[in-house]
């Protein structure tokens, strides 16, 4: 009985022996992968890499490229997109775990926006065509002929539909992060320990003071995290901006919400397949300052949480 007891037991070690070194295996080839990757855009890169790069336009003479319209364009979207996914995540989030009754409703909801977070990109993209830019035709064509590509316009210039502007684009990769803004919202609003919640209740504050004055500051890290970590991802998007018809090419930045646009991911893919070899290397110069602006947001995200679990 004890030897077959102990052959069990050495059964079972080898188990868990084979099965690490199998998550070695793996973790390695992964990281070597990366590695490789990494090392030929640094190597093709580094030699582009210079303030020009940033403060030129994009030409057609791969020693004057430069990334400025898509950067600024980078920074509209994103801005626009955060603007409005993480009040209507937020709230959503909030509504769904603190206020939402328990029932078929709430849990169809719920089972939605965690398959939605798993749709790809490109689906958004189609919504925020169909949706965004032709308003599904109720105000006619999006073309405008009053105001041709690239001609200045007033700040406060307005027009239906919204056709393909930096604001259809910034509303839909709001589209595509919204259902993980809500998912992490969730997340951190329940690791709230429930006895603050009914230590609040308990000295008389409604349930919307106990959201506002409890809950929510301290599910604030989890939120900030969540909330930058998925415009990160939001960044690095170019099949939703491709279908509503993004620029490739662009030499203005944008002043206007309903302006023309381009972004990082466009005018990398614009370079890269592009047949000369320059073009290429400037592709992956903008390559590296795209990986720095996602690092950038990583560690102002790792920073927000390590601050807030501090305090």
């Not at 030129?56 to 364009?73: D, F, N, T, V």
């Not at 996914?85 to 775990?97: D, F, H, I, M, Q």
Request: with cysteine.
């Amino acid at each position: 009985m004890k030897s077959r007891i102990a052959k069990s037991h050495g059964t079972k070690q080898l188990k868990n022996k084979l099965f690490v070194l199998f998550c070695v295996i793996v973790t390695t080839l992964s990281v070597t992968a990366l590695a490789v990757l990494l090392i030929t855009i640094a190597n093709q890169g580094f030699a582009h890499l210079d303030w020009d790069l940033i403060s030129s336009y994009a030409s057609r003479h791969p020693e004057k490229a430069g990334i400025k319209a898509a950067l600024w364009g980078t920074v509209w979207l994103c801005s626009i997109c955060v603007i409005t996914s993480l009040p209507v995540g937020v709230a959503t989030a909030v509504y769904l775990e603190e206020f939402a009754p328990n029932n078929r409703i709430t849990r169809f909801l719920e089972l939605n926006i965690a398959n939605l977070a798993g749709v790809p990109s490109i689906v958004y993209g189609i919504i925020g065509l169909t949706v965004f830019a032709r308003m599904l035709g109720l105000f006619g064509t999006m073309n405008n002929p009053l105001v041709e590509i690239g001609d200045p316009i007033s700040f406060w210039y307005f027009r239906l539909p919204f056709g393909s502007s930096v604001l259809v684009g910034g509303l839909t990769l709001a589209l595509v992060v919204l259902p993980i803004v809500i998912v992490s919202t969730r997340e951190a609003v329940r690791a709230v320990p429930s006895s603050l919640r009914e230590a609040s209740l308990a000295m008389g504050a409604t349930r919307w003071e106990t959201v506002r004055k409890v809950v929510l500051p301290r599910s604030a890290p989890g939120i900030l995290t969540g909330a930058i970590l998925s415009t990160s991802r939001a960044i690095g998007e170019a099949a939703p901006i491709l279908v509503i018809g993004g620029f490739l090419f662009i030499r203005f930045v944008p002043a206007n919400v309903f302006d023309d646009f381009t972004a990082m991911p466009l005018q990398i893919y614009n370079w890269a397949g592009r047949p000369q070899e320059e073009f290429h290397a400037v592709a992956a110069s903008a390559i590296i300052v795209l990986l720095a602006v996602l690092l950038a947001f990583n560690g102002v995200a790792a920073f927000i949480r390590y601050r807030y679990q501090r305090n």
